[in-house]
């Protein structure tokens, strides 16, 4: 090295053969689900996970560290299928095994963000969050005013593996849904996924500029809205007030006055708009869950180690699934959420368990970084879009969110330079 320069891990600042474009690639490419690789008929792995490996191989190599939460569901996920062969005859253990393989693999990103975020590329996770929004509420907009006038454009990009064909309920969007959900399979899919990568912009927006931090939160909100996702009514008084704790402290009490109110407009308009139409689906998506979970209880083995990872797509397939009391518009196609099949999967001990150890870690990760107060919010606003909103595990920016973890660690750029402070 020549004299007089010193070297990133001297001074400090993030090294630069981290491939920092591709970290931001593998960001954006969060936002767009079918952007995947088919796996089988019934599967997909997300292109955001190939990047992300990559990155990760080329930034870090050997040296990668796993958080806790992250390694106790890759355990369980390894484990699971063996404990159904052994306890749970009826199960497919075949389809567990397989069904863990992808999980896995589904699960890259949480290790992408906590790895970058301890290495100091905030900037690049603020740049691919950013133009990941923007570029996904950029098509929810364009489409919503297609399904205004009657037609549902580009079906031949919603084939793929693992997701619903579009194509096979235009009818039923155009006349019965009436809402956009952008290059997502639905939604509330595209409502969790906005919310959380536009929180992801404000938490780091201060590594990217203020123009690019307001375009992306102005078209997410925007999309949003639109949307008329049940994620609006339960996310919007905590982005809020997140965004409140970003402010400078002197504009603190303006932005609480106007945002907050802002807020609670957004979901009451949403809820009232949601009450008066014939797309109320919140009932069906909570049954889904009840049922699955009272299946699982149903007998001692499965309420230990689960259906089988895969088991309740299985179950529901074969209408195996008693609903009993519960009414629905139609029999459910699956369960709508990724905490809810996760513990009915792999059984209450252990399903328990880890989600309670991700949700520790996420808000360890982010009190460390950004205090206790933003730690509750968004802590509960991943739970909410987990449970409530996205159904499908491979729901890249879920896990994505979930590696902000990482800030706990995080701070320090690269092996033992100074921590940064973030006011």
């Known amino acids: 090295m020549a004299a007089g320069r010193p070297s990133s891990r001297r001074s400090g600042r993030p090294q630069r053969t981290a491939r920092p474009r591709l970290l931001t690639l593998s ?14 008929e019934n599967s997909n792995l997300p292109a955001s996970s190939l ?5 990760l191989a080329l930034a870090v190599g050997p040296k990668i560290r796993i958080d806790g939460f992250v390694a106790a569901l890759v355990a369980v996920a390894l484990v699971n299928p063996g404990l159904v062969a052994l306890f749970v005859p009826d199960a497919d253990a075949a389809v567990a095994a397989r069904s863990a393989a992808t999980f896995i693999a589904w699960l890259v990103p949480a290790v992408v963000v906590s790895t970058a975020v301890r290495r100091g590329h905030d900037g690049e996770l603020a740049v691919g969050a950013a133009v990941g ?6 098509l929810v907009l364009i489409q919503h005013v297609f399904i205004i006038g009657g037609t549902l454009p580009f079906l031949g990009l919603y084939e793929l593996p693992g997701y619903a064909s579009v194509r096979a309920v235009e009818e ?8 956009p959900f952008g290059w997502y399979p639905e939604p509330s899919f595209m409502a969790g996924t906005l919310i959380l990568g536009m929180v992801i912009v404000a938490l780091a927006g201060q590594a990217i500029t203020r123009r690019m931090m307001v375009v992306a939160l102005v078209l997410g909100a925007a999309a949003l809205v639109v949307s008329q996702s049940g994620v609006v009514v339960v996310g919007a ?11 400078r402290p002197a504009h603190r009490t303006l932005g ?11 979901g009451i308009v949403t809820l009232t708009a949601r009450g008066r139409f014939d797309n109320y689906s919140w009932g069906d998506r909570a049954g889904a869950s009840i049922v699955s ?9 499965t309420m230990l180690v689960g259906v089988g990872r895969g ?7 074969a209408r195996a699934v008693d609903l009993g009391d519960m009414a629905f518009v139609a029999y459910p196609t699956g369960v709508y959420s990724v905490t809810t099949r996760w513990i009915a999967e792999v059984g209450l001990p252990m399903g328990i368990l880890t989600v309670g150890l991700l949700l520790v870690a996420l808000w360890r990760g982010i009190a460390d970084r950004h205090g206790s107060w933003v730690a509750s919010w968004l802590t509960f606003l991943w739970f909410v879009v987990a449970t409530l909103a996205i159904g499908y595990d491979s729901g890249a920016v879920l896990w994505l969110f979930a590696g902000l973890a990482g800030w706990r660690r995080g701070g320090e750029t690269v092996e033992g330079a100074p921590r940064r402070q973030h006011q």
């Open 27 to 40: 960001i954006v490419l969060a936002f767009f689900p079918y952007l995947a690789l088919p796996l089988g």
């Open 51 to 55: 990047v992300g490996a990559l990155w």
């Open 133 to 138: 929004v923007a570029a996904s509420a950029v």
């Open 172 to 179: 039923q969007v155009l006349l019965y849904v009436k809402r």
């Open 237 to 247: 008084v905590p982005v809020a007030m997140v965004l409140v704790a970003r402010l």
């Open 256 to 266: 609480f006055l106007v945002l907050l109110p802002a807020a609670l407009v957004a």
């Open 293 to 301: 979970l009272r299946h699982m209880a149903g007998e001692l083995a």
């Open 311 to 317: 088991g309740m797509s299985e179950l529901f397939s």
